[in-house]
T-cell receptor
């Protein structure tokens, strides 16, 4: 079993839809959870950063962490064509400058 | 402009050749990382360095080598021992700010085999 599982999609939704992206993980020691967005042929950019269980909201984006189920989610409200990208979940055990463990990424297309 | 610069953007390698990918950052970050991304795959860690003159192997270090002689620079050499080098290579850096581990990425280098 891989440490982090993420459905690669592709996922195609109409403009304005609510998008739900998910990752599951096996290592209960993960405490820090991130979502990165990667446009085609570009480097990933950080979207959301959360610590432990709970919700975090930033504009149209909401990140949820459920440590008891080892499950994290990213919700995008009122999706726009500019949201079309690959979304990667990432997580780490420790604080500080340590490597992240990434999911495979989910490719999202928002159709106008 | 602060950021991470990777060069070249595209690189071609001949059989038996070593090639070096450049990564420079002017963010004053302590740590730097190299990841490899294959189609439909996530990012896999090749090497990372938390301080100058020190680096650690990642999950797929075989066939690669790095150096960290300066804080700003972390070049990656893809050696002839790496039999399947075609991939998108991403460099990242991070600074421990109040415990947060946020990595910032360059634009990547796409390596192909001739």
């Amino acid at each position: 079993q891989k440490e982090v599982e993420q459905d690669p999609g592709p996922l195609s939704v109409p403009e304005g839809a609510i998008v739900s992206l998910n990752c599951t993980y096996s290592n209960s020691a993960f405490q820090y959870f991130m979502w990165y967005r990667q446009y085609s042929r570009k480097g990933p950019e950080l979207l959301m950063y959360t610590y432990s269980s709970g919700n975090k909201e930033d504009g149209r984006f909401t990140a949820q962490v459920d440590k008891s189920s080892k499950y994290i989610s990213l919700f995008i409200r009122d999706s726009q064509p500019s949201d079309s990208a690959t979304y990667l979940c990432a997580m780490s055990v420790m604080l500080g400058n340590t490597p992240l463990v990434f999911g495979k990424g989910t490719r999202l297309s928002v159709i106008a | 402009d602060g950021g991470i610069t990777q060069s070249p953007k595209y690189l071609f390698r001949k059989e038996g050749q070593n090639v070096t990918l450049s990564c420079e950052q002017n963010l004053n970050h302590d740590a730097m990382y190299w990841y490899r991304q294959d189609p439909g795959q996530g990012l896999r860690l090749i090497y990372y360095s938390q301080i100058v003159n020190d680096f650690q192997k990642g999950d797929i270090a075989e066939g690669y080598s790095v150096s960290r002689e300066k804080k700003e620079s972390f070049p990656l050499t893809v050696t002839s021992a790496q039999k399947n080098p075609t991939a998108f290579y991403l460099c990242a850096s991070s600074m421990d700010r109040g415990g947060k581990n946020i990595q910032y990425f360059g634009a990547g280098t796409r390596l192909s085999v001739l």
